[in-house]
């Protein structure tokens, strides 16, 4: 039994307009959503405002300990400050959990209308269609792509606002405490950022690359299963495991490329962020031992920590 002649792989479509129809899935959660943003606005305030404690604690505490170990009134303000820093982290870490476990709710119900509405259009569609695509590559769009989607609406959409919130803030933080290291700053995690952004250009292509040939060998799979017997009949076996073959190695090379682009990423944006925090503590600490732009050590700390916070939304 002949495998049915595949489809034409269709170029990707706008991925602005993709994105736009799949929000419009999930219009009528707008209250939910809303209650999102501010789950991970507050997550992000939380984040920042846990940081420039660390400031107070080293200026205002600490350091006069250091000279004044004995001063009981400076201990109760040290634990005091203390209690409110995990208070705050702790209010995060509860709109963290929040916001995730509204999300995981929305991109199940969206899943299920996604998946409804196509099994719908469907039964619509002329003979002609099942005709040019296999059964296998129609089944991959009901499992492995609306998996992606699910994954991309409950993860990366919030992660992504949550990200975009994050920058405005800590970016307002740093430019309070120190406007001239701030600007070296941005101009590190710019070189991230057109990094990062030629990887992920070169990643996408394999990646819908990968799905194409998933849908493939998924198919091919199914046709062979379906006409087992008509191939060993035919004594077929070897044709069909040498095509199986060629599909199959299609999809590992896709799939392997797309990887090792993707895991490359986050080694490569680590180490400049690392290098950035190096020269970042040099710089500030040279400034802040010669006492210059009002610098503290505590003022140092703090910012050090806003860096890191700033690298990991990018």
Do not use: W
């Not at 170990?69 to 705050?88: C, P």
């Not at 017997?229 to 799939?255: G, I, M, R, Y």
């Not at 140092?300 to 860096?307: D, K």
């Amino acid at each position: 039994m002949p495998p049915r002649k595949q489809g034409p792989m269709q170029k990707p479509k706008n991925a602005f307009g993709a994105f736009k129809r799949i929000l419009s899935y999930m219009a009528e959660y707008k209250a939910l959503l809303l209650l999102v943003v501010v789950f991970i606005i507050c997550s992000s305030l939380a984040n920042v405002i846990g940081t420039s404690f660390l400031q107070k604690i080293i200026d205002n505490y600490l350091t006069p300990l250091i000279k004044d170990s004995g001063n009981a009134e400076l201990y109760r303000g040290f634990m005091a400050v203390l209690g409110q820093m995990m208070l705050v982290y702790v209010i995060g870490a509860l709109c963290t959990f929040g916001y995730s476990r509204i999300m995981l709710n929305i991109s199940t119900k969206t899943l299920f209308k996604i998946r409804t509405d196509l099994f719908t259009h469907m039964e619509t569609l002329p003979i002609k269609y099942f005709d040019t695509h296999t059964h296998g590559d129609i089944m991959s769009l009901y499992t492995n792509d609306t998996d992606t989607l699910r994954q991309m609406i409950s993860q990366s959409i919030p992660e992504l606002c949550r990200s975009l919130i994050s920058i405005v803030i800590v970016l307002s933080s740093m430019i309070i405490m120190s406007p001239m290291l701030t600007v070296i700053a941005i101009l590190c995690n710019l070189l991230k950022i057109y990094v990062s952004g030629k990887i992920a250009g070169q990643s996408r292509k394999f990646f819908i690359e990968r799905q194409r040939s998933l849908g493939d060998v998924n198919g091919y799979i199914e046709e062979m299963i379906n006409g087992q017997k008509v191939v060993q009949v035919f004594c077929h076996e070897e044709k069909a495991k040498e095509k199986f073959d060629e599909k199959n190695e299609n999809l590992f090379s896709a799939a392997s490329t797309a990887d090792k682009l993707a895991n490359m990423m986050m080694p490569v944006i680590a180490n400049i962020g690392q290098i950035t925090y190096v020269f970042m503590a040099i710089l500030g600490g040279a400034l802040a031992i010669n006492g210059a732009f009002g610098l503290t050590l505590g003022t140092i700390v703090s910012f050090l920590q806003l860096t890191r916070n700033l690298n990991m939304p990018i």
